[in-house]
């Protein structure tokens, strides 16, 4: 007919079609852009430190660190914690979310970290970390990880789970000059902290806060570690603040993080 304009014939579609190998296929999710990582962390006696490599690396775990402490505990509680006046294991390790349950069972049916005075795990969330490294475990695959491994068994002091589901926990981080660790515990102590890890560093300040403040910072630190139930937490932060803060000869910086699946710490 004249006059009529003709319809145009409709384009193919672009889209890709659906594969075998798709996950709308497949029926599952596909995996999330940005794993979630966690920082375990075990402090353990320094003869189980190549125990517990051997069991990374038969996990595959991509990255641990390995330094050298110092138990703080005394000896009342000695053989509680496992965490008294002695050479120390702290072991950092970098792992996927999903993977933390599984590190921390077997690192605690390895080293009896379930029976009392073995030594204490906990894990800390990341909220950020450097490129490659995110890329690492971007292209990782885990295959699924059963809650029980056939033929394993449970010790009798052996809990269910962690205690980290029945209480909340805290990682006091305080930062001191060189030689005050011992008394400073002592006063962490008295509000009800029962024990800590030192580790020694170096201090760097810049310039610029230094005049502000007016303070002065000796190039060797220790850096004391308490994990604490979160009810004790200010006591302990407060009362330390108070005896060995910034305006003390220690000058002591001090902050906390969250802990969590935190195994081996029944009595605090």
């Not at 979310?97 to 590190?103: E, G, I, S, V």
């Not at 001090?254 to 009595?267: E, I, R, Y």
Request: charged share 25%.
């Amino acid at each position: 007919m004249a006059g009529e304009k003709k319809t145009p014939p409709a384009k193919p579609s672009r889209a890709k079609p659906e594969t075998p190998d798709s996950p709308a296929i497949r029926g599952v999710p596909a995996a999330p852009d940005t794993p979630v990582l966690r920082a375990l962390i075990f402090i353990i006696e320094w003869k189980a430190a190549g125990d517990i490599t051997r069991i990374f690396e038969e996990q595959h775990v991509r990255f641990h660190f390995i330094c050298k402490g110092r138990g703080t505990a005394n000896s009342e509680i000695l053989d509680i914690l496992g965490i008294g006046a002695s050479e120390k294991a702290v072991v950092i390790c970098l792992e996927q979310d999903m993977m933390a349950p599984l590190l921390i069972r077997e690192v605690s049916q390895a080293l009896g970290l379930y029976n009392l005075g073995a030594g204490i795990a906990f894990t800390i969330p990341l909220s950020g970390i450097n490129k490659p490294v995110l890329q690492v475990f971007k292209n990782s695959v885990h295959k699924h990880i059963s809650e029980k491994k056939p033929g394993s068994r449970r010790g009798k002091n052996e809990r269910e789970d962690t205690v980290g589901a029945e209480k909340k926990y805290d990682l006091i981080v305080i930062i001191v000059n060189q030689g005050y660790s011992d008394e400073l515990m002592a006063v962490a102590r008295d509000v009800g902290a029962t024990g800590g890890t030192i580790l020694n560093a170096r201090g760097l300040v810049h310039r610029g806060p230094v005049k502000f403040f007016g303070i002065s910072v000796q190039d060797e630190r220790e850096i004391i570690t308490i994990l604490a139930g979160r009810d004790k937490k200010v006591a302990i932060m407060r009362a330390v603040s108070e005896s060995f803060g910034l305006n003390s000869k220690a000058k002591g910086l001090v902050f906390s993080l969250p802990a969590q699946d935190v195994t081996g710490l029944s009595q605090i």
